[in-house]
């Protein structure tokens, strides 16, 4: 519990110089290099069907950037890595960040090194020109114990590491789990927050997906001022399917105080990635979701 401490005391200081936010402007100015984009598990059916016709549809809607959730045998959406950036670049559209599972199989804990095949995952990214190497799940093997867990937060930094070689950071990315899991009575994104260095891993909160285990992101963000250099941007409503209690929807539409979060985000969050995601469509088209979210966020001053 006192490495937890030191690691909390050490790590929120960090985070706290690095974004500059310091009680007399913890509310200022909107921070330069604001960039807005979408989460392509957004449409993850039409990118599968058709990769270039879809990205195509988005860049004409005014999209400008993208994030990729699907990095698979050493390739996007079943593109080469030269070839999923020379489609992007004839589109305009750039990817700062992507979504790609780090898993304990990536790390040998006997060499002390990554495996080739994590290697390899960080050079494409920075070979895509991506900012953010981001991992969106954590195994359920790594989350059982406490002492296990901080140790493995070691090859989170370790990751950031190797990410900052090339100009970029690690991250890791939020579902609901993170908020109703506890271990030695500290949530297990408590666990991954106070352990991890803000210099080399970055977070990105996903302010949906934590309404599901009952945590509000404007609560989030205010116990961790600055650790939050990107959201995926979600409104919910109750779930129609039942298989969790909230899905999202349309941005506005839900129950989420969406434009205050990323408000917050912007002011005191550190955030200046946002990035539009949504996974349910109460009978509407993906890609018409996405328009329409679009709008709404354009409207609110997020460009």
Same mark, same amino acid.
């Given at each position: 519990?006192?490495? #937890?401490?030191?690691?909390? $005391?050490?790590?929120?200081?960090?985070?706290?110089?690095?974004?500059?936010?310091?009680?007399?402007?913890?509310?200022?100015?909107?921070?330069? =290099?604001?960039?807005? &984009?979408?989460?392509?598990?957004?449409?993850?059916?039409? *990118?599968?069907?058709?990769?270039?016709?879809?990205?195509?549809?988005?860049?004409? *809607?005014?999209?400008?950037?993208?994030?990729?959730?699907?990095?698979?045998?050493?390739?996007?959406?079943?593109?080469?890595?030269?070839?999923?950036?020379?489609? !992007?670049?004839?589109?305009?559209?750039?990817?700062? #960040? =992507?979504?790609t599972r780090m898993n304990a199989?990536?790390?040998?804990?006997?060499?002390?090194? @990554?495996?080739?095949?994590?290697?390899?995952?960080?050079?494409?990214?920075?070979?895509?020109?991506?900012?953010?190497?981001?991992?969106?799940?954590?195994?359920?093997?790594?989350?059982?114990?406490?002492?296990?867990?901080?140790?493995?937060?070691?090859?989170?930094?370790?990751?950031?590491?190797?990410?900052?070689? %090339?100009?970029?950071?690690?991250?890791?990315?939020?579902?609901?789990?993170?908020? %109703?899991?506890?271990l030695n009575d500290t949530t297990?994104?408590?666990?991954?927050?106070?352990?991890?260095?803000?210099?080399?891993?970055?977070?990105?909160?996903?302010? &949906?997906?934590?309404?599901?285990? &009952?945590?509000?992101? !404007?609560?989030?963000?205010?116990?961790? +001022?600055?650790? @939050?250099?990107?959201?995926?941007?979600?409104?919910?409503?109750?779930?129609?399917?039942?298989?969790?209690?909230?899905? %999202?929807?349309?941005?506005?539409?839900?129950?989420? +105080?969406?434009?205050? $979060?990323?408000?917050? &985000?912007?002011?005191? =969050?550190?955030?200046? !990635?946002?990035?539009?995601?949504?996974?349910?469509?109460?009978?509407?088209?993906?890609?018409?979701?996405?328009?329409?979210?679009?709008?709404?966020?354009?409207?609110?001053g997020y460009k």
């Open positions: 519990m006192q490495h #937890s401490r030191r690691n909390f $005391i050490r790590y929120s200081g960090l985070a706290l110089a690095a974004a500059g936010i310091l009680p007399g402007n913890i509310f200022a100015a909107a921070p330069a =290099g604001e960039t807005l &984009g979408i989460q392509l598990y957004s449409v993850r059916d039409d *990118m599968k069907k058709d990769p270039s016709g879809t990205l195509k549809k988005l860049a004409e *809607m005014g999209y400008r950037h993208v994030e990729h959730a699907n990095y698979i045998d050493q390739k996007f959406y079943g593109y080469a890595q030269k070839d999923f950036k020379k489609l !992007l670049d004839d589109l305009g559209l750039k990817m700062p #960040s =992507g979504h199989e990536h790390w040998d804990a006997t060499k002390k090194d @990554f495996t080739d095949a994590w290697k390899k995952t960080v050079a494409d990214a920075a070979a895509m020109g991506q900012q953010y190497v981001i991992s969106p799940w954590l195994d359920e093997g790594l989350r059982k114990n406490y002492d296990d867990l901080v140790r493995y937060m070691d090859v989170f930094n370790k990751s950031g590491e190797l990410c900052k070689k %090339s100009g970029m950071k690690f991250g890791y990315h939020n579902h609901d789990f993170e908020f %109703s899991v506890k297990v994104f408590d666990i991954i927050l106070n352990n991890t260095d803000p210099a080399l891993v970055m977070q990105q909160l996903d302010i &949906g997906n934590m309404y599901n285990a &009952g945590a509000k992101a !404007l609560d989030v963000v205010n116990k961790f +001022p600055g650790r @939050f250099i990107s959201m995926h941007v979600k409104d919910e409503i109750k779930s129609e399917n039942q298989h969790e209690k909230f899905e %999202s929807t349309i941005l506005g539409k839900g129950i989420l +105080p969406v434009k205050e $979060i990323i408000d917050l &985000g912007r002011k005191a =969050g550190g955030t200046t !990635l946002f990035i539009i995601e949504q996974e349910s469509y109460q009978g509407l088209t993906p890609l018409d979701c996405a328009q329409q979210d679009l709008k709404i966020i354009n409207s609110w």
